[in-house]
């Protein structure tokens, strides 16, 4: 059975119902092309798709999702509990790695994708620590 729920919708200046719909999408993130993510939508009566009104950057998050793991990239989840690990603050472990604070708080927070330096950063702190070694600016 379908859920539907009503939504307001600033672009029409309505309240109406909506059928929740997922449909499997082909989308291009950075130079990947062809990843197949699962997006979640909101159907209007004249069958239109919306986005979540509520979480407009669902699939957007679905999409780098499909990326990282593409690209065997570690999860916004797996830095930041790296981070913590280290009992460094969102500031230390950006200062420390040579990036901007609010870069590292949006790759934490899924709102961006790191690029791969930073992975490659991300990547030899987490095998120093694993070794116990710490990086000399950290």
Excluded: C
């Excluded at 059928?19 to 092309?33: A, L, N, Y």
């Excluded at 200062?95 to 790191?114: D, P």
């Amino acid at each position: 059975m379908a859920h539907i729920k009503e939504f307001y919708n600033p672009e029409t200046a309505t309240t109406e119902p909506y059928t929740e719909v997922g449909q499997s999408e082909k989308v291009k993130v950075r130079d990947i092309d062809d990843l197949t993510v699962r997006n979640h939508y909101w159907q209007a009566a004249d069958g239109e798709l919306w986005g979540d009104f509520d979480d407009p950057m669902e699939n957007v998050r679905s999409s780098f999702d499909a990326y990282r793991k593409r690209q065997g990239y570690l999860t916004p989840d797996d830095i930041r509990a790296l981070r913590q690990a280290l009992g460094l603050s969102v500031r230390q472990f950006a200062n420390g790695l040579g990036i901007g604070t609010s870069t590292l708080t949006q790759i934490e927070n899924n709102q961006r994708l790191q690029v791969k330096y930073q992975e490659n950063l991300f990547e030899a702190v987490k095998m120093l620590y694993k070794d116990g070694q710490r990086l000399p600016n950290i």
